[in-house]
């Protein structure tokens, strides 16, 4: 596996597949089920991490006059 933290959302996401995937056809021995289920598990919270990062940055946008503000999203009805 690449180092996870050079990993772009979109790439760690397929690695992640990538891995469950594998997990899922069942015919992987115990100790290399544990070491996909471990870089699984790093992986998810790099994804994790990097989506936390994005809504915080999200959570302010530049008002017209330049200053920084609250974004709020308006939830469907």
């Not at 996401?13 to 996909?36: C, F, H, N, Q, W």
């Amino acid at each position: 596996m690449t180092d996870k933290q050079e990993l772009s959302f979109e790439e760690a996401m397929k690695e992640l597949e990538s891995l469950v995937e594998k997990l899922e056809e069942g015919d992987v021995p115990l100790e290399r089920a544990i070491t996909y289920y471990q870089d699984g598990m790093k992986l998810s919270k790099l994804c994790n991490d990097k989506l936390k990062n994005v809504q915080e940055k999200m959570t302010t946008i530049m008002n017209e006059q330049g200053d920084l503000e609250p974004f709020h999203v308006e939830g469907e009805e």
